[in-house]
């Protein structure tokens, strides 16, 4: 199965009353680049955007791959919302494809979930986690924390949105109003863990409203000092006493 990338960006909300002091990154402005980052593998950065409903993971992932960032998409037995397709929100396939890829040994970071609408399943080809490419992927976060630690140059963010602002987000894309409360409740539950341990598994927290290009040149601004980083890594001698 093949990924297919695009750009484009959901609805975002600008609000002065949200500027509070939730994020514990600093802002730095930086020009951004349209063209692809490839390299090789230890040269290349990998973003995870760690986030519940509504925290605006997608918008910010597509900001992101028109910068140049290679958008990996998980793959899914949830039928498509109406606008979704296979080349710009996630790879939809049938439980049969699904479970056979799963069986193959093709997917990882797979999970299901019981909605009100049936039991859908997502998860990641490994191979696509693995492309040398600067990359940007949406994940959940018990994901997240088993393989973190696994992928090269990992650089997690994780998007701290209030409450209120996420089910307005949610309630304006249409989402079914006994959905959008199940999911509210699910990722309170779900996000406890990375809530207790961001700072050891996560790059940048934000926590402020902004929209999804300044919140993309602050991302850029933190990688591009990460790899400086890296970089150091590689080429300063190991000290010996």
């Known amino acids: 199965m093949i990924l297919g990338t695009t750009s484009g960006l959901l609805c975002y909300f600008s609000i002065d009353h949200y500027r509070t002091d939730r994020d514990v990154d600093c ?91 049936g039991t859908w399943s997502y998860g990641f080809a490994w191979s696509d986690l693995y492309r040398a490419v600067d990359s940007v992927t949406v994940i959940d976060p018990e994901s997240y924390l088993r393989i973190y630690d696994q992928i090269e140059n990992c650089f997690g963010i994780y998007l701290d949105i209030p409450d209120d602002v996420r089910k307005a987000r949610l309630m304006i894309r249409g989402d079914d109003p006994e959905e959008i409360d199940r999911r509210l409740k699910t990722d309170a539950q779900d996000f406890a863990a990375i809530d207790m341990c961001f700072k050891d598994v996560c790059k940048m927290r934000i926590g402020v409203v902004r929209r999804p290009d300044i919140d993309a040149d602050r991302i850029e601004g933190h990688v591009r000092s990460f790899r400086s980083e890296i970089f150091a890594k590689k080429t300063c001698p190991i000290v010996k006493d």
């Open 27 to 117: 802002t730095i402005s930086v020009s951004s680049r349209s063209e692809r980052k490839v390299g090789t593998m230890s040269d290349c950065v990998h973003i995870f955007l760690i986030g519940p409903s509504g925290s605006g993971k997608t918008t910010l992932a597509k900001e992101l791959e028109g910068r140049g960032y290679e958008r990996i998409l998980s793959y899914t037995t949830r039928p498509p919302r109406e606008g979704e397709d296979n080349s710009s929100d996630h790879i939809f396939v049938s439980d049969e494809e699904f479970h056979n890829a799963f069986l193959d040994g093709e997917l990882t970071c797979v999970r299901t979930y019981s909605t009100i609408f």
